[in-house]
């Protein structure tokens, strides 16, 4: 069946640093993966997406592209801030492109220190 | 975007009380709602999928008595801990998606459920 593989936190980096969370998964088909981030207190919030391979998906400085013959989904950003703590979750979605049935990583909790 | 609501945010119960969760899509209407459960340190696990108006669709493993889902209106889906046990202490959230158009999954903020 689908899985999602996360690297394992917790992650604390320092006020513009570089970012790289791991994200590799296994599944039949053409899946749709997703980022979410959960900031203390609140709920789960999709960061970015990419439906097909090689697509690149992008949001507030963060970055993940579709890497099929590598089935990985790595998110990336340049210069983190304080306010990026937060726990991010890996995620594939079941083949239509929609989102409203997923398979989660285990989550990686990030701390920015100033 | 779309506003997912989720409570109680936290609860303690004793063993063998049942504890209801609920899960409210403030500003669409939902067809079908998700219910996640997540234990330590592990991924979110799907457990059931809620529909509106019939019966839930419950994953492989997952105890239909144990956890009751009603899903009695398209704004509203409940999920019951029924005798609950310490082993059923865990994070439990809940998501929904609009019914055109939008494929994204807006996710309630999430139960933490500790039974004693």
């Known amino acids: 069946g689908d899985s999602v593989t996360q690297m394992e936190g917790p992650v604390t980096l320092s006020e513009e640093a570089f970012l790289t969370i791991n994200c590799t998964y296994t599944a039949t088909g053409y899946p749709s993966l997703f980022w979410y981030v959960q900031y203390p207190g609140e709920g789960l919030q999709l960061l970015l997406k990419?439906?097909?391979?090689?697509d690149k998906g992008s949001n507030k400085g963060f970055e993940a592209t579709y890497r099929k013959e590598t089935t990985s989904f790595h998110l990336e950003k340049g210069s983190v801030q304080v306010s990026d703590s937060a726990v991010y979750f890996c995620a594939l979605g079941r083949g239509d492109g929609s989102a409203r049935q997923l398979t989660f990583g285990s989550g990686t909790q990030l701390t920015v220190l100033p | 975007g779309a506003v997912v609501s989720q409570h109680p945010s936290r609860v303690i119960c004793k063993s063998g009380t049942s504890v209801k969760i609920e899960c409210r899509s403030l500003?669409?209407?939902?067809?079908?709602m998700f219910w996640y459960r997540q234990f330590p340190k592990q991924s979110l696990m799907l457990m059931a999928t809620s529909n509106e108006g019939s019966k839930a669709t419950y994953e492989q493993g997952v105890e239909k008595d144990k956890f009751l889902i009603n899903h009695a209106s398209l704004t509203l889906s409940t999920l019951t801990v029924t005798s609950a046990h310490p082993e059923d202490s865990s994070f439990y959230i809940c998501?929904?998606?609009?019914?055109?158009?939008?494929?994204?999954?807006?996710f309630g903020q999430g139960t933490r459920l500790t039974v004693v």
């Open positions: 990419a439906t097909k391979a090689d």
């Open positions: 500003d669409f209407q939902a067809t079908t």
């Open positions: 998501s929904a998606s609009p019914p055109r158009g939008n494929t994204e999954a807006f």
